[in-house]
């Protein structure tokens, strides 16, 4: 889990400050420095120079930068020789040029977010329910029973807007607050359609823990063997044995299996199965996250899989960077009109850690490493002097009024944006341990 996020999140760094790098060549801006992780009180793990530019990687793994010539005063650099590169410091750059150089991390954010997007589109294809042989079910957790959902609902759209493939299902859309899901729910022989309004509150908590509690899509499986505690103690696996009942509550699906796991983790677990024809009740062994040991013999597909063009994954790579855009700016309104709290909105790098899970799974490293993504580029957005936006706002103001800041001015400023961004690094480490405790 540790690797994985730091090679994700190193990733996601050097992306980002490329872009600013490439921008700044284009322009002939000098780059002094281009750095992995900060080199604070001149410490680093790695360095090397090439055409002018000192490469490396810093111990403090909070980041990454690109240093310009000129980047945090018109005035003379600690170099003595710098003003004989005048004409290739940022400062001395047209306004319209320094914008862009602050714009271009942000855009690598936003093209990584669509290639990988585009990769796993190609990869994996989609899962289409629209095209199913026969309907697709739901089965609601805890909080979907909380909404008003139940067992057999059919999920058709989400704001009027038609579900067509299996990411739509349990996608952002889901997430947003305030969403109306349209149901058909069958009740004998008659199908009635209704319309369930989720409260902000529910749709945050479903953020927070996961979809599973919220509903899942049902799916036919059968249990090759089951892990009991007898199994501990050198009896041999139940085989070909199927589970009918988890605390008494019937099983009918793989994914009904999930949710009663989850609705009983803090239980004793007894299962119900048949064996050689007979009906038995068995203690299940569970292990420390809750899950106890059972093969899969055959399971049928919720979704039927579908390849997509190269057209066709950039058109869904795209739309898929553009609406995870959407949800940030309107999470962030939510937290700002005070709908979401903040303390819950915000996440640290502990618990985007625990997203990548204790083990390697290709499709949701990349998912992850997309999201991010985007999350840091709208992230550097926001006007805070220590963050891309802020740069902008401080070029564009410089811009209007027709003349640079006073560098006394600038360094306040500058100073002020830090200890915000401190703040705000604070509130996001509290939360971290808070969830962990």
């Given at each position: 889990?540790?690797?994985?996020?730091?090679?994700?999140?190193?990733?996601?760094?050097?992306?980002?400050?490329?872009?600013?790098?490439?921008?700044?060549?284009?322009?002939?801006?000098?780059?002094?420095?281009?750095?992995?992780?900060?080199?604070?009180?001149?410490?680093?793990?790695?360095?090397?120079?090439?055409?002018?530019?000192?490469?490396?990687?810093?111990?403090?793994?909070?980041?990454?930068?690109?240093?310009?010539?000129?980047?945090?005063?018109?005035?003379?650099d600690?170099?003595?020789?710098?003003?004989?590169?005048?004409?290739?410091?940022?400062?001395?750059?047209?306004?319209?040029?320094?914008?862009?150089?602050?714009?271009?991390?942000?855009?690598?954010?936003?093209?990584?977010?669509?290639v990988?997007?585009t990769?796993?589109?190609?990869?994996?294809?989609?899962?289409?329910?629209?095209?199913?042989?026969?309907?697709?079910?739901?089965?609601?957790?805890?909080?979907?029973?909380?909404?008003?959902?139940?067992?057999?609902?059919?999920?058709?759209?989400?704001d009027?807007?038609?579900?067509?493939?299996?990411?739509?299902?349990?996608?952002?859309?889901?997430?947003?607050?305030?969403?109306?899901?349209?149901?058909?729910?069958?009740?004998?022989?008659?199908?009635?359609?209704?319309?369930?309004?989720?409260?902000?509150?529910?749709?945050?908590?479903?953020?927070?823990?996961?979809?599973?509690?919220?509903?899942?899509?049902?799916?036919?499986?059968?249990?090759?063997?089951?892990?009991?505690?007898?199994?501990?103690?050198?009896?041999?696996?139940?085989?070909?044995?199927?589970?009918?009942?988890?605390?008494?509550?019937?099983?009918h699906?793989?994914?009904?299996?999930?949710?009663?796991?989850?609705?009983?983790?803090?239980?004793?677990?007894?299962?119900?199965?048949?064996?050689?024809?007979?009906t038995m009740?068995?203690?299940?062994?569970?292990?420390?996250?809750?899950?106890?040991?059972?093969?899969?013999?055959?399971?049928?597909?919720?979704?039927?899989?579908?390849?997509?063009?190269?057209?066709?994954?950039?058109?869904?790579?795209?739309?898929?960077?553009l609406?995870?855009?959407?949800?940030?700016?309107?999470?962030?309104g939510?937290?700002?009109?005070?709908?979401?709290?903040?303390?819950?909105?915000?996440?640290?790098?502990?618990?985007?850690?625990?997203?990548?899970?204790?083990?390697?799974?290709?499709?949701?490293?990349?998912?992850?490493?997309?999201?991010?993504?985007?999350?840091?580029?709208f992230?550097?957005?926001?006007?805070?002097?220590?963050?891309?936006?802020?740069?902008?706002?401080?070029?564009?103001?410089?811009?209007?009024?027709?003349?640079?800041?006073?560098?006394?001015?600038?360094?306040?400023?500058?100073?002020?944006?830090?200890?915000?961004?401190?703040?705000?690094?604070?509130?996001?480490?509290?939360?971290?341990?808070?969830?962990?405790?």
């Amino acid at each position: 889990m540790i690797l994985q996020f730091v090679a994700g999140m190193s990733l996601l760094v050097l992306v980002h400050e490329l872009g600013h790098f490439l921008a700044a060549k284009a322009f002939g801006i000098r780059v002094r420095k281009f750095y992995l992780f900060f080199d604070a009180w001149g410490l680093r793990l790695f360095r090397f120079h090439f055409k002018g530019t000192e490469y490396g990687i810093g111990w403090l793994p909070l980041g990454g930068y690109v240093k310009m010539a000129g980047m945090l005063s018109n005035h003379e650099d600690e170099e003595s020789h710098e003003g004989t590169f005048a004409h290739r410091r940022y400062h001395n750059k047209p306004v319209w040029q320094r914008i862009i150089v602050m714009l271009s991390g942000i855009f690598m954010n936003v093209l990584l977010a669509v290639v990988v997007f585009t990769g796993l589109t190609l990869r994996y294809g989609k899962g289409y329910v629209a095209t199913l042989g026969q309907e697709y079910r739901i089965e609601p957790g805890k909080l979907g029973k909380l909404a008003g959902l139940e067992a057999g609902d059919q999920l058709v759209a989400v704001d009027d807007e038609p579900l067509v493939d299996e990411e739509e299902l349990t996608s952002s859309r889901l997430i947003r607050g305030k969403t109306v899901l349209s149901v058909i729910r069958s009740k004998g022989r008659e199908r009635v359609h209704l319309h369930i309004a989720v409260p902000p509150q529910v749709m945050q908590t479903i953020a927070d823990e996961g979809m599973t509690d919220f509903f899942s899509v049902n799916a036919d499986y059968k249990a090759d063997s089951v892990l009991t505690n007898l199994n501990l103690y050198g009896t041999k696996e139940f085989k070909h044995t199927g589970i009918f009942t988890i605390n008494g509550d019937s099983i009918h699906s793989y994914e009904e299996f999930q949710v009663r796991l989850q609705e009983n983790k803090k239980r004793e677990l007894y299962v119900t199965v048949i064996h050689d024809g007979k009906t038995m009740r068995l203690r299940a062994h569970r292990d420390k996250d809750g899950h106890i040991g059972f093969s899969l013999n055959s399971k049928k597909p919720a979704y039927r899989p579908g390849p997509v063009s190269v057209a066709g994954s950039i058109a869904t790579g795209t739309t898929r960077t553009l609406t995870s855009i959407s949800d940030n700016v309107k999470g962030f309104g939510q937290m700002l009109s005070g709908e979401v709290k903040m303390k819950e909105a915000l996440n640290g790098p502990v618990k985007i850690a625990t997203m990548f899970g204790e083990h390697l799974e290709w499709k949701r490293f990349w998912s992850l490493i997309a999201l991010l993504s985007i999350g840091i580029g709208f992230i550097n957005v926001l006007p805070i002097p220590s963050l891309d936006g802020g740069q902008i706002f401080l070029v564009a103001i410089e811009g209007i009024r027709g003349s640079p800041f006073k560098p006394e001015t600038l360094q306040r400023i500058q100073v002020t944006g830090f200890l915000i961004l401190m703040v705000i690094v604070a509130l996001v480490f509290y939360n971290d341990i808070r969830s962990l405790v």
